[in-house]
């Protein structure tokens, strides 16, 4: 069975400053990971996936994430925060074993500050 | 290219009532999956179809059910609704679900609200 766990519910940020979401995952199988973003009112968009291909992934508008298996973290960063990036964050994670059904975290909702 | 489309966007329905939600997946997708978003919550599986066929059910009653047609766009029923079905209800499209690493690609939702 596979399960995702995000640490934080809330994260405040000042603009300009890093940004860290953090997540633990389990898994039986070799996972898929993704990140998405659901702004206000919006679907989902997909920030970055891990494929196996490397441990350090970068995603749209500044993101990375990065894979530690012995830690089974994936840990989402970006250097400095904007205003826009102010929106809820979803971890989640896939099996092909299983069809590739997406397991979700239960959010972290990033606050801004200007 | 259109994205994932859901009809409708927004739905006020009774307590007791029935529903109908409809997603046509990117043309090409091969497969429909649907998800509950609750308030405050991430969203939790309740079906996936490819080539037509159930592939995966999460762990919702019987009263939810869903269908996908030839030309792949898909139907979520709901039957005797309760207050706590209000939620986002979001379709997501795949190429095909047999291949590792395939990303899914998410519509709008449909906004429910059962009074």
């Known amino acids: 069975a596979q399960s995702v766990t995000q640490l934080d519910s809330h994260v405040s940020v000042s603009e300009g400053t890093p940004v860290l979401l953090r997540c633990n995952y389990s898994s039986s199988y070799s996972p898929s990971l993704f990140w998405y973003v659901q702004h206000p009112n919006k679907g989902l968009q997909l920030l970055l996936k891990?494929?196996?291909?490397?441990?350090l992934v970068k995603g749209i508008n500044g993101f990375e994430a990065e894979f530690k298996k012995s830690e089974t973290s994936f840990h989402l960063t970006k250097p400095s925060a904007h205003m826009s990036d102010a929106a809820e964050y979803f971890c989640v994670v896939s099996e092909a074993a299983a069809g590739n059904k997406l397991t979700f975290g239960g959010g972290t909702r990033v606050l801004v500050k200007p | 290219d259109a994205g994932v489309t859901q009809s409708p966007t927004h739905l006020i329905k009774t307590r007791g009532q029935h529903v109908t939600l409809r997603c046509s997946p990117i043309?090409?997708?091969?497969?429909v999956s649907w998800y509950q978003q609750v308030l405050g919550q991430g969203p939790q599986f309740i079906f996936q179809y490819y080539e037509k066929e159930e592939r995966g059910r999460g762990n919702f009653p019987d009263r939810f059910s869903a269908r996908q047609f030839p030309n792949y766009s898909s139907e979520l029923n709901v039957n005797a609704l309760l207050l706590g079905d209000s939620a986002l209800y979001l379709c997501?499209?795949?190429?095909?679900?047999?291949?590792?690493?395939?990303?899914?690609?998410f519509g709008q939702g449909t906004r429910l609200t059962v009074v």
């Open positions: 043309s090409g997708h091969k497969s």
């Open positions: 891990y494929t196996s291909a490397a441990t």
């Open positions: 997501a499209s795949s190429p095909d679900i047999l291949v590792a690493n395939t990303e899914a690609f």
